[in-house]
Nanobody, 125 residues
Framework: VQLQASGGGLVEPGGSLRLSCAASGRTFDIFSYAWFRQTPGKDREFVAAILWRGSPRYHADSVKGRFAISVSRNNAEDTVSLQMDSLKPDDTAIYYC?????????????????WGQGTLVTVSS
């Protein structure tokens, strides 16, 4: 499975961005998708996850009510999106999409088999 993330950029506090992750290859093996984020000197942290069929969805408390994860399927390719609204400077990070093929701990980065390359989100005035 290959994951290609896009959509990062610079946005002012209170603004919005939409991240996308294109999944190709053996997507029929994928159990769920997720977004994680990481800042320098910190561990990669869970942001949101969604099962392959579109539900249920899970969001970290820090982004609940502001971010929304979704997934769509077109033939053998999936697109995983993260709509980010009411962005704060604390949301500044490199965002990574990930996929897992097993029903293990949804919130742990160690459960994910495949990772995209990361896309930088900067929230600053």
């Amino acid at each position: 499975v290959q994951l290609q993330a896009s959509g990062g950029g610079l946005v002012e506090p209170g603004g919005s961005l939409r991240l996308s992750c294109a999944a190709s290859g053996r997507t029929f093996d994928i159990f769920s998708y997720a977004w994680f984020r990481q800042t320098p000197g910190k561990d990669r942290e869970f942001v949101a996850a969604i099962l392959w069929r579109g539900s249920p969805r899970y969001h970290a408390d820090s982004v609940k009510g502001r971010f929304a994860i979704s997934v769509s399927r077109n033939n053998a390719e999936d697109t995983v999106s993260l709509q980010m609204d009411s962005l704060k400077p604390d949301d500044t990070a490199i965002y990574y999409c990930a996929a897992r093929s097993r029903a293990t701990d949804l919130f742990s980065r160690n459960s994910y088999d495949y990772w995209g390359q990361g896309t930088l989100v900067t929230v600053s005035s």
